[in-house]
């Protein structure tokens, strides 16, 4: 076999061509700063919503064959896109499928706690209703 295809690892060459190595910054215009309006803000500090109504989370067991379900239901005045988003973070919060049917949000497995966590970060009043 030949070396010549071979790619070096000890650093000695580089791989490939670099386009913009024999570019400069010359005469380019400085980085902006940051305002002070930035400084003050943090990236994880969420304005917290007002609050957005009830919601129930109950617990499903009946005609699923045997699976439990964590069912979100009562939502007043959200729309379909805003039910899937609420629903796409539980399901990645809670590492499990889930699904938006009649109004109503299906997380599967018995997920109560962490569903009312978002539910609340989110501005609603989750109730645990029985099921």
Do not use: Y
Not at 15 to 40: I, K, M, Q, V
């Amino acid at each position: 076999m030949s070396d010549s295809k071979r790619v070096p690892t000890d650093g000695s060459q580089t791989f490939g061509h670099n386009p913009f190595g024999a570019l400069s910054s010359e005469g380019l215009p400085p980085a902006p700063e940051p305002s002070p309006t930035d400084a003050r803000q943090s990236p994880e500090a969420k304005p917290a919503r007002k609050n957005r109504g009830r919601v129930d989370i109950i617990r499903q067991k009946a005609g699923r064959g045997g699976k439990t379900v964590t069912v979100v239901k009562g939502f007043l005045g959200i729309s379909l896109m805003e039910k899937e988003q609420l629903a796409k973070a539980m399901q990645k919060s809670c590492g499990t499928g889930g699904t938006v049917k009649g109004g109503q949000i299906e997380i599967q497995g018995d997920k109560r706690a962490d569903v009312a966590r978002i539910l609340t970060e989110a501005g609603f009043r989750p109730v645990f209703a029985g099921g």
